[in-house]
Nanobody
Framework: QVQLVESGGGSVQAGGSLRLSCAASGRTFSSYAMGWFRQAPGKEREFVAAVTWSGAETYYSDSVKDRFTISRENAKNTVYLQMNSLNPEDTAVYYC???????????????????WGQGTQVTVSS
């Protein structure tokens, strides 16, 4: 079972930036698509961004497109989420997740991912 550990969360003012990291254990990281999801208080978990196993393709929700950038370094078993122009609506716990099957396309549904990190809190104040 892979272990995913997120870091980089914190508190920022609106307009600020944060960079989240997710480090994965094991030797198969480069075979799996990875995703970022978030969950705000009282809301369901929602898709944020995803990247293919090779890193060649990326996908974003409409709410973060053009502000967030997902990337990965397979040599470091790490996926990143660069978040710019943050606003209070981005406040949530952010989770990274590994796709259920290797060499499969990323999906938008959390049910397609079977390994999850513990989450990192992002708080944006106005």
């Amino acid at each position: 079972q892979v272990q995913l550990v997120e870091s980089g969360g914190g508190s920022v003012q609106a307009g600020g930036s944060l960079r989240l990291s997710c480090a994965a254990s094991g030797r198969t990281f480069s075979s799996y698509a990875m995703g970022w999801f978030r969950q705000a208080p009282g809301k369901e978990r929602e898709f944020v961004a995803a990247v293919t196993w090779s890193g060649a393709e990326t996908y974003y929700s409409d709410s973060v497109k053009d502000r967030f950038t997902i990337s990965r370094e397979n040599a470091k078993n790490t996926v990143y989420l660069q978040m710019n122009s943050l606003n209070p609506e981005d406040t949530a716990v952010y989770y990274c997740a590994r796709k259920r099957a290797p060499y499969s396309n990323p999906g938008f549904r959390d049910t397609g991912y079977d390994s999850w990190g513990q989450g990192t809190q992002v708080t944006v104040s106005s």
